[in-house]
């Protein structure tokens, strides 16, 4: 198995660390429970990279890095562009289509036009341009695309 396939899968086991009454609000986190709920890259990368999976290691680091922004706004480390492994900006924008597509305690789901719209106007910001156009082209094709209602 890849590192790109464990990591996309267990991007977000770092939430079992997070307290439930933080994960599960159903309103806006404050900035105490903000920087609680972000410390769950960090956590998940210690949970993968204390496992014996083949590819953990590069995982962890593909964890770790899941939530940074192609502009330098994410965490945890503030890291932008290339600086971001190519696999945690994969994540990233495959995070954000499935978050939105989904009804959260916070939202409802949203159609896949709205969520191509949202995901357009965070590319070059949050998202990696050249990755955007590759995820349009297959997201139009494929199985998970989210259903318009």
């Known amino acids: 198995m890849s590192a790109l396939s464990i990591a996309a899968s267990f991007h977000d086991v770092g939430k079992i660390g997070i307290p439930d009454h933080i ?7 404050d900035e105490v429970e903000w920087e609680t709920m972000k410390s769950h890259a960090e956590i998940g990368e210690k949970i993968m990279a204390s496992t014996e999976l083949e590819g ?3 995982a962890a ?4 890095h899941h939530h940074e922004h192609y502009d330098g706004m994410g965490y945890p ?15 990233a924008i495959a995070d954000s289509y499935d978050a939105m597509a989904v009804t959260r305690a916070y939202h409802s789901a949203r159609t896949h ?3 191509m719209t949202i995901l357009h106007e ?6 990696d341009p050249k990755l955007m156009r590759v995820f349009c082209e ?4 494929s199985r998970f695309k989210a259903v318009s209602i």
């Open 23 to 29: 994960l599960l609000k159903p309103t806006r986190l």
């Open 56 to 58: 953990s290691q590069q």
């Open 61 to 64: 680091l593909l964890i770790r």
């Open 77 to 91: 480390g503030k890291l932008s562009g290339e600086g971001i492994p190519v696999c945690s900006r994969i994540i």
């Open 113 to 115: 036009p709205e969520i």
């Open 122 to 127: 965070e590319t070059g910001g949050k998202h």
């Open 138 to 141: 297959m997201i139009e094709s």
